[in-house]
Every structure is written in C-alpha cells, then in structure tokens.
C-alpha cells in the first residue's frame, strides 16, 4: 500500500521553514506584544510592497476583511450586493450580516470566474424591481487566477458602484503582469492555513490606495476607535491580526514566490499528464495563477465518484470546490430569484480539486496522475 498523500502537508513545510521560523515566533514570546505588535506592521508594509499597493490593514481573517470593507462602504439593509454563486461561503455571509442582500451571479463556463454579461443584467434586473438598491459588486480571484477586471471596472464605473476584489485565494496571483492587490476600489486576503499565503491560523488583510479609507479600516478593525484607545468614533469590530500569526507569515513570505513557482510546476505535470483525459483548468489570459486549487472536470456526477473511489483506495484525496452554488444552499435559496445559474450548478456536479501544495513531491504528482488514467484505461 502507497503511504497516504496529503491534500495540505503543513509538518512537512514546518521543518523546511525550521529555524527562521522558530526565531520569528520566538521572538514574539520575548516582547510579548500578542495583539497588533511589531510584527504586524512589519507584514503590512512588506504586504503593500508585493502587491505595489498604498497600504495594507492586517485583520482577523478574510471574512472580517470582508465585512470592513463592506461596513466602510455602510452597506446594509436595502443594499444588493453581487457576487458569483460560485464560491465559498465567505463572500456571500457577509453581506447578509450586514443586512444587505447577495444578488448571485453565473460564471463563465472555462475559468469559473464571474460572468460579465450575466453581472450586467442582474443589475439591471435589480433597478427595474426597484426593491434594493445596487451597491457594491464583489468580484472572486477563484482557485488560484483573476476574475475579469478590466469588464468588472468598466461595469462599476458605469453603474456606479464600489468594487470589492475577494483575492482570498488567490494572493500571489498576477494579471497583465502586475500582482493582484490594485484591481479594485479595495482587494482582501486570507491568510486561512491552505490558502497560498497561509498562516497557522486565522488572518486577512486589506489592501486600498485611499488613505482616508487605509485610516477607517484600521479604525473598524479596533472598535472603531479613533487617535486613542478610548476614543470611539464609530461601530467597528474586533478585527485585529495576531502578532504571532504575522510572525508566521513574514516567515513564509520569504520564500513565498519560490512556493508559487512549485505549485506552477505541479500545475503543468497534471495538464500534461490529464489533457487527454479530463478536462484541465483553462487558464485566464494575460495572467499568472497562484494554484490555490487544481480543479479538473469529469463528464458528470457518477463518472467524479468513480474517480474519487479510486484514487481513494490509493491513498491519495481529493476535494470538491463546491458541491452546491451557493444559491442553492438552505441558508441561501431565499434570498434568490429562483432562476437557474446553468453553468454554476453543471460545474458543481462535475467538478474535482486535486493535490497541490509547494511540498508535493514528483512523485506524489505522478502517482496522482497515474491513478486517474488507470481509471481510464
């Protein structure tokens, strides 16, 4: 019996990481400044950097730079949001949290991205119902590559509304030869342990070019506080970043770009050896995927268990990214129109998520490859 894969191998990429990273936890446990110390701004500077942004605001996780970003924007009740129904959970909550209410939107059948065509006439249908108010598109960076900015900027700018990049999983990624991070009026992250950049941990960031909104986010992220601790000027949240998670992270930031040109690496193994068999991630053009996730289409439901049973026997897991669209989720269905998203729900019936991790050997990836042909043969 083969010794089992791992779909994530963080033991392994402990011990490569080994005394750096030992130093920077270290390190914390010496000053002892656990909430929002040195560390933490040490990231953001370094963050804001890699992405060629102004600023960036640690926080709590990807959700909560979700919900200050939305919250900066006072989205709330009789507000609609649009976002792809497509995606985790995350994008969606938030705006429910807030009061407002998740328009969902269909995607494009190759990349998984949200649809450009179909955005523009759900808003359109949203302001002839003239029951909510269109306010803010979230646009996803899904698996690893970029969601079609230049026509999501285009629509924003038109309909005049904020736009939200939820790079979440796809930091790292670059579009037209530039970082992701700028292709919004504000990009989040997560830091969530399997995204590219993961910590041991919750943690996210916000990225924005405004400083007026730079200073509101630090603020809605510390109870909206204002110069002073007890200062409060607003409604804000607990939402601050760990020092010990960011300790972790400037760690692994180091050799960040070596891990995504792993995942690179893997990334091309499978489409050569998969191509002729299922059908292999379509790549955005003009882009660079950070290969959060490797997704592969099967011909339908029956035929991806019968790969998943296989490669299960073997040792070797898999994942499916996302069994059901979000508008047809219990928490969900109400707040949709009931029309069916074609291409969100054929996806979900056939899709199925592969290894990928910097620390997967050749051989774990051959061994990957040569189960599903053996399914095949």
């Excluded at 991205?113 to 996803?140: T, Y």
């Excluded at 007026?212 to 607990?238: C, D, F, I, P, W």
């Excluded at 990214?321 to 707040?335: C, D, E, F, S, T």
């Amino acid at each position: 019996m083969n010794d089992p894969i791992l779909f994530l191998d963080l033991k392994k990429q402990q011990r490569r990481l080994g005394e750096n990273l030992k130093q920077r936890v270290d390190r914390v446990f010496d000053h002892c400044q656990f909430i929002l110390g040195p560390e933490v701004q040490e990231l953001e500077e370094r963050l804001a950097s890699y992405v060629n942004a102004q600023y960036c605001i640690g926080v709590s996780s990807g959700t909560d730079a979700i919900q200050i970003a939305l919250m900066a924007e006072e989205v709330g009740p009789g507000d609609a949001v649009f976002l792809p129904a497509f995606t985790y959970t995350a994008t969606a909550e938030v705006p429910l949290v807030l009061g407002a209410t998740p328009i969902f939107v269909d995607i494009d059948p190759k990349t998984f991205q949200i649809d450009p065509c179909h955005l523009q006439s759900s808003i359109a249908r949203i302001r002839e119902e003239n029951n909510l108010r269109p306010k803010a598109i979230i646009g996803v960076d899904l698996f690893g590559q970029p969601a079609p900015w230049d026509k999501l900027r285009d629509i924003a700018a038109r309909e005049n509304l904020f736009l939200l990049d939820d790079c979440a999983q796809s930091f790292g990624a670059s579009l037209h030869y530039k970082k992701l991070g700028c292709e919004a009026d504000a990009t989040i992250t997560s830091f969530f342990p399997s995204k590219p950049l993961g910590g041991y941990g919750d943690g996210g960031a916000i990225f924005t070019n405004d400083p007026e909104k730079a200073e509101l986010y630090r603020s809605l992220r510390t109870h909206g506080e204002g110069k002073t601790r007890y200062q409060v000027l607003r409604t804000g949240m607990n939402g601050r970043l760990d020092t010990l998670q960011a300790a972790v992270l400037l760690t692994k930031l180091d050799c960040f770009d070596e891990e995504l040109q792993r995942r690179e690496m893997i990334a091309q193994q499978y489409d050569q050896g998969l191509a002729s068999i299922v059908e292999i991630p379509a790549r955005v053009a003009n882009s660079q995927s950070a290969w959060a996730i490797y997704s592969v289409l099967l011909s339908d439901s029956e035929h991806r268990q019968k790969v998943q049973e296989h490669l299960k026997a073997q040792n070797i897991p898999t994942a499916i990214y996302y069994p059901l669209p979000l508008h047809k989720q219990p928490a969900y269905r109400k707040y949709h129109n009931g029309s069916i998203l074609m291409t969100s729900e054929d996806i979900s019936e056939r899709i199925l998520a592969l290894p990928i991790h910097p620390d997967l050997t050749d051989e774990e990836v051959n061994r990957v490859i040569m189960a599903i042909q053996e399914v095949h043969q």
